[in-house]
């Protein structure tokens, strides 16, 4: 472990909406220089079935959920425990090392609406186990403030990926977010950011209907079929693609019954073949982000991805053919690898709220203010 001062080191935990696993990373952020944070380390856990298919069940109303809920809480604390005591192993770097470790949760609902968003986590848990600060509940402060509290990543896109020129940047989970990133010099210009529907959660829920295993691998299958222009027309009428940001959204919204809705209006006999479906899904996903940075920001000089959508080569490709001439490539290419960024936008907003630094932008999640996010558990 290189000889760094407690001060700079974070830890970031991530779970997000594809509910593949945690994301952990161990980071340090220079004072000043480029860049301006270090990953020290990644691992990534893999959720247990038995977990995975609680939380998944979690999504929807049901029997017996807040119990059920408590158990599944507990049990994503200590794998997220887990995952951080494998980091500092990998890194040589204890506990004490550590400042505070930004813990996400996992959202199971998200109703800004209603003004409310769940993000399960126990993180009394976690700071018992690992023995550092953990911030988490980073939404709710956003929410109280009148904002989506989402997306919340666009803060920490805007510190490491501006540019001379304007940018996109697009991060592919289970929903897809955009930030739009004003060009270095208009300092007076603000940041945009919003969710613009979703990213791999109706690819994955299809793969996982047809074919073994939860998600459409480097979007080998979806490469096999065909895109039908019937299902992309009325998968894109869908009200929330065309309404105005601030905005954000999740399963609530797309989940088996709106896909099943929308194919039963475009293919009502069921002729299409399922890989056609699977091409279609990949295409509408592509598509809403391209039509999403065409709207807010035409001036993009070029569109940056990250997230697990980064890998699935497929999607990559109908998002350049969608985009074009816009250059589309992926974080990796700027230093940081697509499945890092938001566990580190997480060690980020850890290191916000302990300095008393907001870390929203009312201009992308409507708040009124910009608030210091998340509550501190003490080690």
Same mark, same amino acid.
């Given at each position: 472990?290189?000889?760094?001062?407690?001060?700079?080191?974070?830890?970031?935990?991530?779970?997000?909406?594809?509910?593949?696993?945690?994301?952990?990373?161990?980071?340090?952020? %220079?004072?000043?220089? *480029? %860049? %301006?944070?270090?990953?020290?380390?990644?691992?990534? @856990?893999?959720?247990?079935?038995?977990?995975?298919?609680?939380?998944?069940?979690?999504?929807?109303?049901?029997?017996?959920?807040? @119990?059920?809920?408590?158990?599944?809480?507990? @049990?994503?604390?200590?794998?997220?425990?887990?995952?951080?005591?494998?980091?500092?192993?990998?890194?040589?770097?204890?506990?004490?090392?550590?400042?505070?470790?930004?813990?996400?949760?996992?959202?199971?609902?998200?109703?800004?609406?209603?003004?409310?968003?769940?993000?399960?986590?126990?993180?009394?848990?976690?700071?018992?186990?690992?023995?550092?600060?953990?911030?988490?509940?980073?939404?709710?402060? !956003?929410?109280?403030?009148?904002?989506?509290?989402?997306?919340?990543?666009?803060?920490?896109? !805007?510190?490491?990926? /501006?540019?001379?020129? %304007?940018?996109?940047?697009?991060?592919?989970?289970?929903?897809?977010?955009?930030?739009?990133?004003?060009?270095?010099?208009?300092?007076?210009?603000?940041?945009?950011?919003?969710?613009?529907?979703?990213?791999?959660?109706?690819?994955?829920?299809?793969?996982?209907?047809? /074919?073994?295993?939860?998600?459409?691998?480097?979007?080998?299958?979806?490469?096999?079929? /065909?895109?039908?222009?019937?299902?992309?027309?009325?998968?894109?009428?869908?009200?929330?693609?065309?309404?105005?940001?601030?905005?954000?959204?999740?399963?609530?919204?797309?989940?088996?019954?709106?896909?099943?809705?929308?194919?039963?209006?475009?293919?009502?006999?069921?002729?299409?073949?399922?890989?056609?479906?699977?091409?279609?899904?990949?295409?509408?996903?592509?598509?809403?982000?391209?039509?999403?940075? *065409?709207?807010?920001?035409?001036?993009?000089?070029?569109?940056?991805?990250?997230?697990?959508?980064?890998?699935?080569?497929?999607?990559?490709?109908?998002?350049?053919?969608?985009?074009?001439?816009?250059?589309?490539?992926?974080?990796?290419?700027?230093?940081?690898?697509?499945?890092?960024?938001?566990?580190?936008?997480?060690?980020?907003?850890?290191?916000?709220?302990?300095?008393?630094?907001?870390?929203?932008?009312?201009?992308?999640?409507?708040?009124? @203010?910009?608030?210091?996010?998340?509550?501190?558990?003490?080690?």
């Amino acid at each position: 472990m290189r000889n760094e001062t407690q001060d700079d080191i974070y830890i970031g935990v991530m779970s997000g909406t594809s509910l593949d696993g945690i994301d952990a990373v161990l980071a340090q952020f %220079p004072d000043s220089g *480029r %860049p %301006p944070v270090r990953l020290l380390a990644h691992v990534h @856990h893999t959720f247990a079935e038995e977990l995975r298919a609680a939380l998944f069940a979690l999504q929807r109303p049901g029997e017996d959920e807040l @119990h059920r809920a408590a158990i599944a809480a507990q @049990h994503f604390a200590r794998g997220a425990a887990q995952a951080i005591a494998e980091l500092l192993d990998r890194a040589g770097c204890s506990p004490a090392q550590v400042r505070a470790a930004g813990v996400h949760g996992q959202t199971i609902r998200h109703r800004p609406d209603a003004g409310y968003t769940i993000q399960l986590n126990a993180p009394a848990v976690v700071a018992e186990l690992t023995e550092i600060d953990v911030i988490a509940d980073f939404r709710a402060r !956003d929410i109280a403030a009148g904002g989506e509290g989402a997306p919340l990543v666009p803060a920490f896109h !805007d510190a490491v990926f /501006r540019a001379d020129h %304007p940018r996109a940047i697009v991060n592919i989970g289970g929903i897809a977010n955009i930030t739009g990133l004003p060009a270095r010099q208009s300092a007076n210009e603000a940041v945009l950011g919003f969710d613009c529907g979703p990213g791999n959660v109706l690819i994955d829920l299809w793969h996982a209907r047809h /074919r073994a295993g939860p998600c459409d691998r480097d979007g080998a299958w979806a490469a096999q079929g /065909r895109t039908d222009p019937a299902l992309l027309a009325t998968l894109l009428d869908e009200p929330f693609l065309s309404a105005p940001p601030p905005k954000s959204t999740g399963r609530d919204l797309f989940h088996a019954e709106w896909l099943d809705r929308n194919l039963a209006q475009a293919d009502p006999r069921g002729h299409l073949a399922a890989v056609d479906v699977q091409a279609t899904l990949t295409r509408f996903t592509a598509m809403t982000i391209a039509n999403a940075i *065409r709207k807010t920001q035409p001036s993009a000089g070029d569109v940056v991805v990250c997230g697990g959508g980064a890998y699935n080569a497929t999607l990559m490709r109908m998002l350049r053919e969608e985009c074009a001439p816009i250059p589309v490539f992926d974080s990796g290419t700027m230093g940081i690898a697509p499945e890092h960024v938001e566990g580190l936008a997480f060690a980020w907003l850890a290191r916000a709220h302990l300095a008393r630094t907001a870390g929203n932008l009312p201009a992308v999640t409507g708040a009124r @203010h910009p608030r210091v996010l998340g509550a501190r558990y003490p080690r």
